[in-house]
């Protein structure tokens, strides 16, 4: 079972503006994962945060944690053609492996 | 690119047979991951290694199983397919199991007819 869900489901943005994407989750974490999936690809990752961590960067790439409401958000700043792609949370528990969620889909129009 | 390579990347096989996929790995990394792509479910974890012959299973290990005689490469099988079983096959590899990167292999598309 999904352990991370995203929201929303699917992005649609003009170049130059900023996209949020929204994970929550249930179960207490030891870090929470960003993945990238260009269509026909396999994952990237992109950035890891600990759970005592609350905000990281990376380039354009913000991404914040908050374990009071188990939720994560993945902001991408002046966002380009090729941010088109779908991102994925991911969580790891315990001693348990990664658990991915369902994706949301970007899609940024030039 | 992580140094992974699946195959095959695509095949088509019929109900009933049996599959293998092959995940092999150049980083000398421990753990290895199958998982399995498929629309409103995400990715979901087959199984997974954590060295040489030591495997265990994931969310939704039946009708698959694994092997790991090296390092290198971990075998997927899917011993007599079924059309639900039709995916995306993703290879993943990490150095440890808590707390790392993973890095995934391009895929393999199996459809069953």
């Known amino acids: 079972s999904q352990q991370g869900e995203e929201d929303p489901q699917a992005l649609s943005i003009q170049e130059g503006e900023n996209a949020t994407m929204n994970c929550s989750y249930k179960?207490?974490?030891?870090?929470l994962q960003w993945y990238r999936q260009n269509s026909g690809r396999g994952l990237v990752h992109l950035i890891l945060i600990r759970s005592n961590e609350r905000e990281k960067h990376s380039g354009r790439l913000r991404v914040t944690l908050d374990t009071s409401k188990k939720s994560s958000s993945l902001l991408i700043t002046a966002s380009r053609a090729a941010d088109t792609a779908s991102y994925f949370c991911a969580t790891e528990s315990g001693y348990s492996t990664l658990t991915f969620g369902k994706g949301t889909m970007l899609l940024v129009s030039p | 690119d992580a140094g992974i390579t699946q195959s095959p990347r695509h095949k088509v096989t019929e109900t009933g047979t049996p599959v293998t996929l092959r995940c092999h790995q150049t980083e000398n990394h421990r753990y290895m991951y199958w998982y399995r792509q498929d629309p409103g479910h995400g990715l979901r974890l087959i199984h997974y290694s954590y060295g040489v012959k030591d495997t265990d299973k994931g969310e939704v290990s039946d009708g698959y199983s694994v092997s790991r005689s090296k390092t290198e490469d971990f075998l997927l099988t899917l011993e007599s397919a079924t059309s639900s079983q039709t995916s995306v096959y993703f290879c993943a590899i990490s150095s440890s199991g808590q707390g790392n990167t993973i890095y995934f292999g391009e895929g393999s598309w199996l459809t069953v007819v």
């Open positions: 179960t207490s974490i030891n870090n």
